[in-house]
């Protein structure tokens, strides 16, 4: 399935500020996000988001850029962690998470870049997911304008990822898919992103 968002940011072309055809804006304060219930599974494991992103503050505590959820309070989602105020290492990292109701069992995956994003221009993001890989460091890999980020867990030390074979909630027959949010909790994204696309069954770089 691919996304192409119709182009709605036009005016500050004449100034000569950056503007990225086909996106779309995002309010937060008014829940905006869009939403997919697949009819059908795909594949689980393996799948690529891709997209270009604009967070309009950075200080928000997370951004939710792609969640999927099993309509309770189990998940995985592709966020932007802000300035989260709980737990200083986290911030402004991307993180994938994947949650399915037990943080401590081998199924749980957290990712976090370890690279910062401190400002509000465009990035590309890719969040490229694959449990099928034998190596565990393999199963998530997280891009930023083309260049793979070094994994880092959510104290800083070494990232958690979930057994091989493991089935996500993103792709899932009667499961929501969301770019914007996370179904499970109200944390909407708040900027603008364009371009955006879902690949099924291939992890992309």
């Given at each position: 399935?691919?996304?192409?968002?119709?182009?709605?940011?036009?005016?500050?072309?004449?100034?000569?500020?950056?503007?990225?055809?086909?996106?779309?804006?995002?309010?937060?304060?008014?829940?905006?996000?869009?939403?997919?219930?697949?009819?059908?599974?795909?594949?689980?494991?393996?799948?690529?988001?891709?997209?270009?992103?604009?967070?309009?503050?950075?200080?928000?505590?997370?951004?939710?850029?792609?969640?999927?959820?099993?309509?309770?309070?189990?998940?995985?989602?592709?966020?932007?962690?802000?300035?989260?105020?709980?737990?200083?290492?986290?911030?402004?990292?991307?993180?994938?998470?994947?949650?399915?109701?037990?943080?401590?069992?081998?199924?749980?995956?957290?990712?976090?870049?370890?690279?910062?994003?401190?400002?509000?221009?465009?990035?590309?993001?890719?969040?490229?997911?694959?449990?099928?890989?034998?190596?565990?460091?393999?199963?998530?890999?997280?891009?930023?304008?083309?260049?793979?980020?070094?994994?880092?867990?959510?104290?800083?030390?070494?990232?958690?990822?979930?057994?091989?074979?493991?089935?996500?909630?993103?792709?899932?027959?009667?499961?929501?898919?969301?770019?914007g949010t996370n179904p499970s909790y109200s944390q909407y994204f708040d900027g603008?992103?364009?371009?955006?696309?879902?690949?099924?069954?291939?992890?992309?770089?």
């Amino acid at each position: 399935m691919g996304v192409v968002i119709p182009q709605v940011i036009t005016s500050d072309r004449a100034s000569g500020a950056q503007v990225i055809d086909g996106s779309l804006k995002f309010n937060n304060g008014l829940s905006q996000h869009l939403e997919r219930t697949p009819g059908t599974s795909g594949n689980r494991k393996t799948w690529t988001w891709s997209g270009w992103v604009r967070f309009a503050d950075i200080d928000k505590v997370k951004h939710t850029m792609f969640g999927a959820s099993n309509s309770g309070t189990e998940y995985s989602e592709f966020r932007f962690m802000g300035n989260d105020t709980g737990d200083t290492s986290r911030a402004y990292k991307l993180n994938f998470q994947h949650y399915d109701g037990d943080s401590t069992n081998s199924l749980f995956t957290d990712v976090y870049s370890e690279r910062l994003i401190r400002d509000i221009g465009w990035y590309h993001f890719v969040c490229a997911v694959d449990f099928t890989q034998t190596t565990a460091a393999n199963r998530v890999k997280i891009y930023v304008n083309g260049v793979l980020t070094t994994q880092v867990g959510a104290d800083g030390g070494s990232a958690t990822i979930g057994d091989q074979n493991l089935n996500t909630f993103v792709n899932t027959s009667g499961d929501e898919n969301n770019i914007g949010t996370n179904p499970s909790y109200s944390q909407y994204f708040d900027g603008g992103m364009s371009q955006v696309y879902f690949i099924d069954n291939q992890a992309l770089g």
